[in-house]
């Protein structure tokens, strides 16, 4: 990539545009995956899927096959799940519970701390000298949780991941810490492919409300959501450090019609124990938090409604990256482990109605992110030189809004969710990544 080209980019980034050509070029992809994703933390899986020592789960970090499992005193430990003989994927599985794990190849089997113990006819074939200690499976560099929410690194210098969430900790307690017991996942998460690009599956979700009234156009027909046009507006758009983002949605009245997200008033006296006073304001007022942790983890808790009646649930998705216009798509669905089992599996009918794979509203955003990429190959779209203006668009909210300095939680709070605060922020983070070591330096804008 050239320096030229990345100051291009800099300089549209500071003018509220994005290059279109960026978008899925393949150049730009490699340095994301080596400054992006090799670098930052990534989202692995909930605490609540290893219960028990021996407890599995494989899951994926970029292109790396990871197996997560629970050793014998508990400790959450992950490694590459590729054995170390010939380098097969050594677990097949997608969960269980094993006190060993072995390999499909030739046999080798390693414990729940990742030592090699067993080698088919052993010494035998070896002798003495191999030592097997010296060929356990490998660790993820950094393992580190929050509220139950587990992410590995794979750069051993990275800064912790409580100060890489920074302020997104203070929204993650009231998602994930306000009842006692905390969330627990509910089934596996689901998982398909779409043709799109990481970086604006993650935008759609952290930063842009505004595509709700048009793209779930079908949503408003049905009468699940408002007719009014500004109804995912209403409510702040809060711009976090190291590129996250929040949007707290409320109502044109700036409350919410449910108090709680409708949850049942049996979890109240908990929620007023386990939260602050600005915590118990922010969600005592809120529909819908919808965001995002840079670069791929998205997040909705939000009440959906099936068999006429609404209840709220917690999404969790990773948009995993498998080539610039390709994403695999994963998403958790969690609820409080202190409800009752009947708003549980309520609850979970609500979600599976309108997200995941068979959901309406998901396959609405689909379509149009599979199209941007569609949209996005072409001579025009593809020039570098930017000739025929071949830029996005992300100036909404650029000079005309101002923070709101009374909103009580962290981060830069504007009094809209129509705004690309988020979106520009994210843009700035991510320039600032990818330019790490280039020679161009990105400054404030
Ligand atoms: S590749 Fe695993 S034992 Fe040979
Ligand atoms: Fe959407």
């Known amino acids: 990539m050239k320096a030229e080209e990345l100051q291009q980019i800099k300089e549209n980034i500071a003018e509220g545009h994005f290059p279109q050509w960026a978008v899925t070029d393949p150049e730009i992809y490699e340095l994301e995956q080596e400054k992006i994703f090799g670098r930052t933390w990534l989202f ?70 990742g030592e090699l113990i067993g080698i ?156 602050n006073k600005e915590q118990l304001d922010v969600f005592s007022k809120v529909t819908n938090f919808v965001g995002g942790v840079f670069p791929n983890l998205s997040f909705l808790s939000s009440c959906s409604g099936s068999e006429g009646t609404r209840h709220n649930h917690l999404q969790f998705r990773v948009w995993r990256p498998i080539g610039p216009d390709k994403v695999e798509v994963w998403v958790w669905y969690m609820i409080d482990k202190a409800l009752p089992e009947e708003y549980k599996e309520k609850s979970y009918k609500g979600f599976l109605a309108t997200f995941g794979a068979a959901g309406t509203l998901e396959q609405d955003d689909t379509e149009n992110l599979a199209r941007i990429v569609e949209a996005s190959q072409g001579r025009m779209a593809r020039d570098r030189k930017l000739s025929y203006n071949n830029v996005a668009n992300y100036l909404m909210g650029l000079d005309h809004i101002e923070p709101d300095e009374h909103f009580p939680g962290p981060g830069i709070a504007y009094p809209t969710c129509y705004t690309d605060h988020v979106a520009r922020s994210m843009h700035q983070y991510w320039l600032e990544l990818i330019t790490k070591e280039s020679g161009v330096k990105v400054g404030e804008y």
Not at 97 to 111: A, E, L, Q, R, V
Not at 158 to 165: K, R, V
Not at 262 to 275: A, I, V, Y
């Open 120 to 275: 088919v006819a052993g010494n035998k074939v070896y002798g003495e000298k191999m030592d097997k200690s010296e060929w356990g499976l490998r660790p993820v560099p950094r393992v580190e949780s929050y509220q139950g929410m587990i992410f590995g690194s794979f750069d051993p210098n990275a800064m912790s991941l409580e100060e890489y969430l920074g302020e997104m900790k203070w929204y993650f307690d009231i998602m994930l810490g306000r009842s006692d017991g905390g969330m627990e996942v509910r089934g596996l998460p689901q998982r398909w492919v779409v043709k799109a690009n990481w970086k604006m599956t993650s935008e759609n979700f952290e930063a842009d409300p505004y595509h709700v009234q048009t793209t779930h156009r079908s949503a408003v027909e049905m009468k699940l959501t408002p007719t009014d046009p500004l109804y995912a507006s209403y409510g702040h758009q809060v711009v976090l450090s190291n590129g996250h983002g929040i949007n707290v949605i409320t109502s044109a009245t700036g409350k919410s019609a449910n108090k709680y997200q409708g949850m049942p008033e049996s979890m109240w006296p908990m929620f007023e124990k386990n939260l």
């Open 44 to 113: 692995l899986g909930h605490e609540s899927e290893l219960k028990e020592p021996g407890s599995f789960i494989t899951r994926m970090m970029a292109d790396d096959p990871i197996l997560l499992q629970k050793s014998k005193n508990g400790e959450i430990k992950a490694f590459l799940n590729s054995c170390t003989h010939r380098g097969t994927r050594l677990c097949t599985e997608d969960y269980g519970n094993k006190k060993t794990h072995t390999c499909p190849y030739h046999g080798w089997s390693y414990n729940l701390d």
